[in-house]
């Protein structure tokens, strides 16, 4: 470290600074692209990569530098979390604090991302996606209890996580969407909450709204049932049908959402569009539903979007007055009956373009008698009876077995390999379904669908 010291002092001294700049994936050493000897390439790549993971585009030092603000500096990056926004300006904070003047970091460019194509390895991405379900999950938690104590909740949290989640689905959307199949129903309104979110993000993107477009999207359906933090639990949790009364109550949930999210100064000048998706998640198409509207109107895009991610989470997930929820085709089949009335057509389609017939996680049984869960969706809409799947087999033990494999996939003689004959109810066969898809693949599987 001691000699690297030296040469960069040197650089500085004579150039009066030095500046280090990732740039469409290389390096360049005060606006001189750097080059690499072959021997020097892998770690030159490394550098680039683990930048890219902190997120940060470039350091500047200037003025003579010292061991120990050089090792401040290495500790600092080291040790924050990878793919965060916000590390460039954590590290400048930490310098500042330890009176470092010299030395200043910027974020990385948001294009980096997209000319290196898949900077997330497909295991980093599980792991990173893993890491936003949960904490998205703790922060909406987190959120709602301290609406409930009437402090003010930290929400620019859920922003970063949208962005990161942002980021994920447009590498790769299977990954989020595998996550949806966490199902419990205990803390129903919480992980409720981020799947909305997370499919909302995956129709969005179909779209092709732009980054910021999909995080304020993503915002407004993390958001979307904060009013019910004001309905009482026995209201929320009632096994029976609930009388007029707490119906009454519990159709007010939209409209103190917006009451609520007004009030979170955090939020900076709140967002129309944030606003009129948690106001109109329950309007239909034809503006029935609730609150009740006198302008002929259609729902906004992102609460006609929240309204499919909604309801198909909510058909999809038991609760405790329907023990036994609907098979994602099943939810698909009755939300198409009604695909006039209360759902946007077009945005209908999109959404089962992304979920397929078979949406992921179904549970399947192929013609070769495996058991499978449906993975990710055939992007050829020609095909949508055939994606991928894990191929399961439980032994009723701790460890899951699994092996990936593409219905598409053709044998010598030109037929497929596999086929669905049915979708089963994973109830029945007692499968936890989620166990699938966040459990390591063991060392003897071989992914093939990267
Ligand atoms: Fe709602
Ligand atoms: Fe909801």
């Not at 904490?135 to 970063?160: A, F």
């Not at 959402?257 to 109109?280: A, M, R």
């Not at 209360?342 to 070769?368: E, N």
Request: overall charge neutral; aromatic content about 8%; proline content about 4%.
């Amino acid at each position: 470290m001691h000699e690297n010291l030296e040469t960069m002092n040197a650089i500085s001294e004579k150039e009066r600074r030095l500046s280090l700049k990732v740039l469409k994936g290389d390096i360049y050493l005060n606006d001189q692209r750097l080059r690499y000897s072959a021997e020097g390439f892998t770690s030159f790549k490394y550098v680039i990569t683990q930048w890219k993971k902190k997120r940060i585009g470039g350091v500047t030092f200037k003025g003579v530098l010292d061991d120990r603000m050089l090792q401040e500096f290495v500790y600092t990056m080291n040790s924050l979390p990878d793919w965060r926004d916000e590390n460039a300006e954590k590290i400048n904070e930490r310098m500042v604090y330890h009176e470092i003047h010299s030395i200043e970091v910027i974020p990385l460019d948001e294009n980096e991302d997209d000319d290196e194509g898949n900077i997330f390895q497909k295991e980093d991405q599980k792991v990173v996606a893993k890491k936003v379900f949960f904490e998205t999950l703790g922060t909406i938690k987190e959120v709602i209890t301290q609406i409930k104590q009437k402090q003010y909740p930290d929400v620019r949290k859920l922003k970063r996580l949208a962005q990161t989640a942002v980021r994920l689905a447009m590498q790769d959307e299977s990954i989020l969407l595998g996550l949806t199949t966490i199902k419990n129903y205990d803390e129903y309104t919480y992980n409720h909450s981020v799947n909305v979110f997370i499919y909302s993000i995956a129709i969005g993107r179909r779209l092709g709204l732009s980054k910021k477009t999909l995080t304020e999207l993503g915002i407004t359906a993390m958001l979307h049932d904060l009013g019910k933090s004001r309905v009482p639990r026995e209201v929320l949790n009632k096994p029976d049908k609930l009388d007029d009364a707490e119906w009454d109550l519990m159709k007010k949930h939209p409209l103190m959402g917006v009451e609520i999210v007004l009030n979170l100064k955090q939020l900076g000048e709140v967002n129309p569009h944030i606003v009129i998706g948690i106001f109109d998640h329950h309007l239909k198409t034809d503006l029935s539903g609730y609150p009740r509207v006198f302008r002929k109107k259609e729902p906004s895009l992102f609460g006609r979007i929240i309204q499919i991610a909604d309801v198909y989470d909510a058909m999809t997930t038991p609760r405790v007055y329907r023990k036994n929820s609907y098979s994602p085709g099943q939810t698909l089949a009755l939300m198409l009956k009604d695909r006039e009335s209360t759902f946007d057509p077009a945005l209908l389609k999109i959404f089962i373009g992304l979920v397929g017939i078979f949406p992921v996680g179904s549970l399947v049984l192929l013609d070769t008698k495996e058991i499978a869960i449906t993975y990710k969706a055939n992007p050829d809409p020609e095909l949508l009876d055939r994606p991928q799947v894990i191929v399961i087999c439980d032994n009723g033990k701790e460890e899951v077995k699994k092996s990936f494999a593409d219905l598409s996939e053709l044998d010598s003689a030109g037929g497929y390999k596999r086929s669905i004959v049915k979708a089963l109810d994973p109830n029945k066969y007692h499968i936890d379904i989620a166990k699938y898809f966040i459990c390591p693949i063991l060392p003897d599987d071989k992914d093939n669908t990267s």
